[in-house]
């Protein structure tokens, strides 16, 4: 049984898909598979939802011992080997628990009505219509302080998620929406990332932190380092003593994972992540194996393999097939973690990428971020269909989802 | 001044669009402009919200004498040329209401939680999600008779959306989802279109309207006619003494125009229409055009012009011209309506055509309605898109929008 059809839990249940007498049940809250990596993309009106999201269904439609239900498990009970979805027990054999993490306040939840985070669809629309509703209401704002509040936006968080944000919205405010709002110019909007750390994009060199700062720079994000947010209100986020005024803050800084990692009576580490074994089971009990984001696992000693859609894959991949080896009675095997690196992008030619000893920048940095993304990206159909939509964006500096939709169906239906 | 963004002020704004030394507000409550023939293919899983819907700042955007407003429109002084939006006043000299229509219950406005209707795009992504999750809740249930009634589906109305929607309902229930549930057998599923009147698609001739009722029932969609609804619930419809069990119901049954037409001291038609003079304005305001859904205007005395996209594009052009000829102190003109006939699709491949004399059905009739429809779809980058999207889903009976998100963000934002 595999929980998280996320980057982990679909990668395993893809090596255990028609393999004879093995019956694997999969299940997710979402009927979906979410490309998160192109979230963003969503959030700043570049692509549309069904873009980056993939029916769970579809994906194994000609898988036939791989059963996939949509049900939100909420129990687990290792010792009598069930699990607990929609108040009914399910019995397994072997689990793997892949489900992910969400954003962490760092137990400040009343921040996230003013700062949301970008972990789902709905959050993702949830930001554009935000950043698309402040622009239309700067338009109508004659109060020159209340228009520069309108056209702030404020991102906390830089890593990757947050610098990709800052960059797209920086295009936006200077490209994307000029021509189409009059009494708006693109100087009178600040896009401000805020980092706690010293530098952004801390899981990079120096140099490329270094270069992401000048790239952001020329698309006109200002980046404040050694900022720590103290508090988020409607109007504005506080470092300290100091105010800035933003309608729009978006939650891009630190994730928790999955709360049930608290029913596993395992080890966890600080940020609430299981300890797992070498081989990626736990400890205690080596037939459930947990991975991606809920797992801590360190291949060098003191350094925990980062939450990113690489480590998910591979240890998803890993997992089914010790449990494949399991079911043989064979030993299972340490995972090994293959890094082919990392990127972030900057804006519509820009990007940061560093795989081992080689890093490099600028457009052909880009280049290799925009293929290997529509490489990943599942389903023939999504690969031309984002394809069109980012030739698009970059021929015409439109953007091809820009749609306010109300946050609920209610809003709307009793108008006329 | 222009009120509403959709066909008729669109059009009427794009023919003042340019024009030297008249300057025009498009208002609309929406950023965008939907493309409604086509909101049933979104309800149906078969486009993205973004495909249908362009920002109407972006039609204009090379227009620099149209100024667009995302505002509601709540008041009307017609004596003082006045008009209260978002609780502000703006002054006109010339005004064009098109507001168009929402749906009407018939004085049973309770009936919406459980059949919505099909005007907006929140609402066709909420009944695409209403019918994707009961096929996720058919696939766990055990109860064969809950089993059928989550697989039963219930469209009232039988004009061209009820049509079009009960002909893709039944195509998905057939096709598309067939090889993705494995609990649920396409013959357990019932699609059931209910029309209060003697035939279906009654704007058409007999003959069409026969050839609909076959090309449905080959998709397995059940057709009863003479069948006026008398109560909806949650758990299904009541016609008259006879209950049909159903989890999912859709209204399109009926629309009522803007309640902005109360306020305009003109006579109504019996459904709210403001009775227009033949050039469009109203009888006591020569200044003050109602054009759309939201006028009556009898060409044929007895036979009013009907709610279809045609009259309501044409009726704008023809505003704004007789507006033009007002300004140059000339007579305006009558409007003249050119019926180039009308359409609807059943399925992935048949359609019913008429046209004056001229009608046909079958695949012919489908493959004019798709260039048309593509044809009119505004904007390059749509059509593309569209076109992608609908041989994606010819070529392989796949839907390629079948995401289930929540109706508000804030029902996932706390889940892990």
Excluded at 28 to 37: A, E, G, K, T, V
Excluded at 204 to 210: G, H, R, V
Excluded at 365 to 371: E, F, K, S, V
Aim: aromatic share 8%.
């Amino acid at each position: 049984m595999v929980i998280g059809g996320g980057f982990g839990g679909l990668n395993a249940a893809k090596i255990l898909a028609n393999k004879p007498s093995i019956l694997v049940t999969l299940i997710d809250r979402r009927n979906y598979h979410l490309f998160q990596p192109l979230l963003y993309q969503v959030a700043t009106a570049g692509l549309s939802p069904a873009d980056i999201a993939t029916p769970i269904r579809g994906i194994f439609s000609r898988a036939p011992n791989i059963h996939v239900r949509l049900a939100d498990v909420h129990g687990l009970n290792l010792s009598a080997k069930k699990i607990k979805a929609n108040g009914h027990e399910i019995s397994y054999n072997y689990l793997i628990l892949a489900c992910g993490a969400k954003h962490s306040y760092f137990g400040h939840a009343e921040w996230e009505e003013a700062s949301p985070g970008l972990k789902t669809l709905e959050q993702a629309t949830e930001i554009r219509r935000r950043i698309l509703l402040a622009y239309e209401q700067a338009e109508k704002e004659a109060d020159t302080r209340s228009k520069m509040e309108l056209l702030t936006f404020i991102i906390v968080g830089g890593g990757p998620t947050g610098v990709e944000l800052a960059g797209a919205i920086g295009e936006i405010a200077r490209y994307t929406l000029e021509r189409d709002f009059r009494e708006v110019h693109p100087n009178q909007s600040r896009v401000i990332l805020i980092e706690a750390g010293g530098r952004i994009l801390p899981s990079f060199s120096a140099k490329l932190s270094a270069r992401a700062v000048l790239d952001l720079g020329r698309l006109g994000v200002e980046v404040r380092t050694n900022s720590r947010v103290t508090n988020v209100t409607s109007s504005g986020v506080w470092l300290g003593d100091e105010f800035l005024a933003a309608r729009t803050v978006i939650w891009a800084a630190g994730v928790q994972p999955s709360s049930l990692n608290a029913q596993l009576g395992a080890a966890c580490d600080s940020s609430g992540r299981v300890i797992v074994s070498k081989d990626l089971s736990l400890p205690q009990h080596r037939d459930v194996y947990v991975i991606g984001d809920q797992a801590h696992l360190e291949l060098t000693p003191g350094q925990a393999l980062p939450g990113l859609a690489p480590v998910a894959i591979q240890q998803g991949r890993h997992a089914a097939r010790n449990i494949l080896r399991q079911i043989a009675g064979r030993q299972t095997e340490p995972f090994q973690y293959v890094n082919k690196g990392q990127m972030a992008t900057i804006g519509r030619r820009r990007a940061v990428l560093q795989a081992g000893p080689v890093q490099f920048d600028g457009f052909l940095a880009w280049m290799t971020w925009l293929i290997v993304h529509i490489y990943y990206l599942i389903g023939f159909r999504n690969r031309i269909m984002v394809m069109l939509d980012w030739a698009w964006s970059y021929l015409t500096f439109q953007k091809g989802a820009r749609l306010i939709m109300a946050d609920d169906w209610h809003s709307y239906r009793r108008k006329s």
